[in-house]
């Protein structure tokens, strides 16, 4: 059995060059592309919906329910074995089984997004609602594929400069479909139409679905990565089995009891960011800031730093090891949401709200990089879409869960209140962070 990696804990320091020289492979290049594919949809089911819907008069409550809708990616481990398996029929023969998967959920992603343009959330919020279902099942296909090609394309020890790649194009899209979809509808707005002019979005979220175009274009003209032999099973039981059970026994015989620890950590790591995630963009609107800010402040600005974020965390990853950098990544991720606490008894301050969001983006960007590194490192490359995935979706279902009581918690405790309780998530992780570094040394010393 052929496995991957086990748990990074240290690498060896390569030299800051060489470091760099690791972005411009090409692989990296194609990543950079292929994670722009990737972060386009999940804002516009999630974050700038959440705007959208604000602005059209949808109460907290109902913003914060509608974000369940990100569940997609918590139950993508469901489906994972059927593409991490199962040929894609007609397009696996021409274009290999990963990037044959990725076309289709980018088609996917971009009829979706279509039908969440032509629906007004005051007149049919429940068909749009069924669109963007569309739209994150066909984004969590798309990751599930992904992640996989993502960890087949090279070799594990870069495994955190491609990350840190993925997280890149992963963040300008974030920017397109945070700033621009923002722009784009208000230059297309009315002035004596009111506050929320469906035409207007109508257009944004057109724009939004042809530039999928980026990561079709970029999956036609990739190389599909060398494929790992699978044997043939000689009926739909043993197929289930090899699919299904073993990706996932795979696991727990290689990490035993310590699996449980492993699991936890990934299930807890990201909950701070989650969970006050959703009400970040009902908190813009309720604060009085404008589409022009918020494109300017949060989705430009704060992306970039998240950029930086990406490209430190992952270079501070590859010379001092991943677990350090998780463990600073979950520490700035708790306290930067504090400082949304302190935001909130100002105001309309536009630059206090620079402030708070570059920490939160910087904090963001070099936790993102390390625990997708730190993922990685766990799979087995014989079953790497569906253990990626498993982990993956492990890590949204809790915070994805929490989040959709969101609106509810503010409404009762307001923003204060929330912000703070959403930081206090995030100190369960630091044990969790210590105990599976603690563990990860433990083995190393074993082999030794």
Not at 50 to 58: D, Y
Not at 163 to 177: F, L, V
Not at 302 to 316: I, K, R, S
Not at 377 to 397: D, P, R
Request: net charge positive.
């Amino acid at each position: 059995m052929v496995e991957n990696a086990k748990p990074v804990i240290t690498t060896s320091p390569i030299s800051w060059v060489k470091t760099i020289l690791i972005y411009l492979e090409p692989a990296s290049l194609r990543m950079l592309s292929l994670g722009f594919s990737a972060g386009l949809p999940l804002l516009l089911v999630l974050g700038t919906l959440s705007f959208r819907l604000r602005e059209a008069g949808i109460d907290r409550g109902t913003i914060g329910f509608l974000s369940w809708v990100g569940l997609a990616y918590a139950f993508k481990w469901c489906w994972a074995p059927l593409v991490d398996r199962m040929p894609f029929p007609l397009l696996t023969h021409y274009l290999g089984r990963r990037r044959s998967w990725l076309l289709f959920s980018q088609i996917l992603v971009a009829a979706g997004l279509l039908g969440m343009a032509f629906h007004d959330p005051q007149q049919s919020l429940s068909t749009l609602v069924v669109w963007a279902v569309v739209v994150a099942f066909g984004s969590a296909t798309q990751d599930i594929a992904l992640d996989a090609f993502r960890i087949e394309s090279a070799r594990a020890e870069v495994q955190a400069a491609l990350a840190a790649s993925y997280q890149a194009g992963y963040r300008i899209a974030m920017i397109w479909a945070g700033a621009g979809v923002l722009w784009i509808a208000a230059s297309q707005e009315v002035a004596s139409a009111g506050l929320y002019q469906q035409t207007a979005w109508q257009w944004a979220y057109c724009v939004m679905s042809a530039s999928m175009l980026v990561g079709i274009v970029t999956v036609l003209f990739s190389i599909e990565p060398m494929r790992i032999e699978i044997p043939q099973a000689r009926n739909f039981q043993e197929w289930l089995h090899g699919a299904l059970i073993e990706p996932f026994a795979d696991f727990l015989n290689r990490y035993r009891w310590h699996a449980v620890l492993v699991l936890s950590l990934i299930a807890m790591y990201r909950i701070s960011d989650v969970v006050m995630g959703i009400m970040a963009n009902p908190f813009y609107v309720d604060m009085g800031y404008t589409k022009a800010e918020v494109a300017a402040v949060t989705k430009i600005y704060g992306v970039m730093m998240t950029l930086v974020g990406a490209f430190v965390g992952g270079a501070m990853a590859l010379r001092w090891g991943v677990m350090r950098i998780l463990m600073l990544g979950a520490i700035l991720s708790a306290f930067s949401n504090l400082l949304f606490a302190w935001l909130s008894f100002h105001g309309h301050d536009v630059h206090a709200l620079i402030l708070v969001v570059s920490a939160d983006n910087l904090s963001s960007g070099i936790a993102s990089a390390a625990f997708i590194a730190y993922l990685s490192s766990l799979t087995n490359v014989q079953y790497s879409a569906t253990q990626y995935a498993m982990f993956s979706s492990l890590m949204l279902l809790l915070p994805k869960f929490l989040a959709g009581f969101s609106g509810a918690y503010v409404d009762a405790q307001g923003y204060p209140s929330f912000f703070v309780a959403t930081a206090l998530l995030g100190l369960p992780v630091l044990i969790l962070v210590a105990l599976a570094s603690r563990y990860g040394q433990a083995i190393a010393l074993q082999k030794k």
